[in-house]
């Protein structure tokens, strides 16, 4: 029992790592439609910015202000020069742009940073804290509750401000919010500006977890699976599609994975996914389209 | 025109959408301070010239004039600041959010804090939230919707929707209330609550109303003036009584012309 325990533990601390990246999706789709496949790239990013500053002997706070100032712009940019001049698109075109986008923000990346592989430490250790007969990493223990903060603030921005309402009736009815007189560029700007903040916490993260290279921007197809299960347009589906995914996929990896060579881990998300997708396509959290007959 | 002043003035307004004209040299003048109604057949045009007035259409040509000043579109981000609120036929509200939260998004555009000042909560965003909160409580008084003011939009009843979307309206203080058919689809009952809001609407914020509407009978008690289009022209303007009267409305609508039309077409 304590063994299943310590699976469950182990993923569902995992699965905090994934919301985070699908987090940054979730704001950008339920307000603008878009679906960003920049994301990682996004990530990436931050992630390798945050090295190099830190690298040039920049003290951590000042590497963490200056790297969170160039996500905010790097969002903002993005919105302006590339998503605005598309509006009133058809999304596959809209995803199209995202997807080149993705290679713009890495080839930058590789030349402003260069290639090699950074190790990045956060300071924060990785040993396990044993919690009764439950063995957890700091670091997870860590990441989670940083996760678990973002999400919260992120709540309660949409919950109690005015400019959370704003995102709230932008994604609810674009004409309703044209109509009364909010500007759509605006409220994406945020969006896309707050994805990019997502994106540097998501980095240093993952980073610090798997060092910065750039197969750090496939977390984003980590990310995907969660989105399925939780709803598209869901900060709460996100999140729970993230628990989710890490606890099947670790549970999976320890009592499937004996029976079928190992290796669970790299596709287990995506079957779930598929199955999910024929039953619920909308996920546990999401809008469902209602068609008239 | 009478002494009253006019507070919207279009001139000339012409609109095709492809090689339909939906639009032929229309004028119409509307006076502060009153219910003027826009009626006629279906695909008139009357929608069509709401939308040239709110700024979704762009008029190929013709001038508004709106509070003594000439626009040739009015973009519809500037439509608030300049003292006009509208409401659509097919409703368009956040059915996801509350009454109260929809009615509140009625100032989005009137917010003098800024995003940083909204996150961090300082005096300015919250009185902002504060003098938004406080008005919208006037409104859901003022149209009866107190006890639904944290039901879903999407739970209410049509009749319910059309009036959270008055309010919606009503709290940006307009000038100038366009309403797209604010009682398509009501029963009797409810149209008649809706025809004494808008007449209170209009004593009590000073209002001036423009509105589409089908119900003739509805149209002549409630307005000061009617205009007739038909076809995209407008074939009279006056107080009801002489629209009343009038020969080619009275074809327009009885379909004297259209029926004959028809009944050639089906031959």
């Known amino acids: 029992m304590s063994f299943f325990v310590d699976v469950l533990v182990g993923g569902l601390l995992s699965g905090v790592m994934y919301s985070l990246v699908a987090l940054g999706f979730v704001l950008i789709y339920k307000t603008s439609g878009v679906l960003n496949f920049a994301q990682g790239a996004m990530v990436l990013f931050a992630a390798l910015t945050f090295v190099s500053l830190t690298e040039h002997k920049l003290p951590f706070a000042v590497s963490l202000l200056v790297t969170l100032a160039i996500m905010v712009a790097l969002g903002w940019l993005i919105e302006r020069f590339v998503l605005k001049p598309l509006v009133n698109q058809s999304s596959i075109t809209l995803f199209m742009a995202t997807l080149g986008l993705s290679y713009v923000i890495e080839g930058a990346a590789q030349l402003l940073w260069g290639t090699e592989v950074h190790g990045l430490d956060l300071g924060i250790p990785d040993t396990p804290m044993q919690f009764g007969s439950v063995a957890i990493s700091e670091f997870d223990l860590v990441a989670a509750l940083i996760a678990a903060t973002m999400v919260a603030a992120l709540t309660l921005f949409f919950r109690t401000t005015r400019t959370g309402l704003a995102f709230r009736a932008v994604a609810d009815d674009q004409l309703a919010a044209i109509a009364v007189g909010l500007r759509l560029s605006h409220v994406w700007a945020i969006a896309w500006a707050l994805a990019g903040v997502v994106a540097l916490v998501a980095g240093l993260l993952w980073g610090a977890r798997l060092g910065v290279q750039f197969s750090l921007s496939t977390v984003v197809l980590k990310a995907l699976p969660v989105l399925v299960l939780g709803g598209f347009d869901s900060i709460a589906g996100a999140i729970v599609g993230g628990l989710l995914i890490g606890a099947i996929e670790k549970s999976a990896e320890v009592y499937i994975g004996p029976f079928v060579g190992g290796g669970t881990e790299g596709w287990i998300a995506y079957v779930v996914a598929l199955g999910f997708l024929l039953v619920r396509p909308a996920g546990l959290f999401g809008q469902r389209e209602l068609v008239r007959a | ?267």
């Open chain 2, 1 to 267: 025109m009478s002494a009253e002043r006019a507070l919207l003035e279009l001139r000339g307004i012409e609109l095709s959408f492809g090689g339909v004209r939906a639009l032929s040299s229309v004028d119409l003048t509307v006076r502060e301070g009153d219910i003027h109604a826009i009626i006629g057949p279906n695909g008139a045009g009357k929608s069509s010239l709401l939308n040239v007035i709110s700024g979704l259409y762009r008029p190929l040509a013709g001038t508004i004039a709106f509070a003594g000043k000439d626009y040739t579109h009015v973009p519809v981000s500037a439509l608030a600041h300049l003292g006009i609120a509208r409401t659509f036929q097919n409703l368009a509200l956040f059915a996801g959010m509350s009454v109260r939260d929809n009615i509140v998004m009625g100032r989005a555009a009137f917010a003098r804090s800024n995003f940083a000042e909204n996150v961090l909560g300082l005096p300015r965003s919250r009185s902002d939230e504060r003098e938004s909160a406080r008005r919208a409580e006037e409104i859901m008084d003022f149209l009866g919707l107190h006890a639904k003011g944290d039901r879903k939009v999407a739970t209410l009843p049509y009749g319910l929707q059309k009036r959270v979307e008055l309010g919606r309206a009503l709290i940006a203080g307009p000038r100038l209330l366009l309403l797209d058919e604010p009682m398509a689809g009501m029963t009797a009952g409810e149209k008649l609550e809706m025809c004494r809001f808008i007449v209170e609407a209009k004593a009590e914020f000073h209002t001036t109303v423009v509105l589409i509407e089908h119900d003739i009978g509805v149209v002549m008690d409630l307005s000061d003036r009617v205009a007739v289009l038909d076809y995209g022209r407008k074939i009279a303007d006056g107080p009801p009584d002489l629209i009343r009267a009038d020969q080619k409305v009275i074809d327009a609508y009885i379909g004297v012309d259209h029926d004959e039309r028809l009944v050639e077409a089906a031959v």
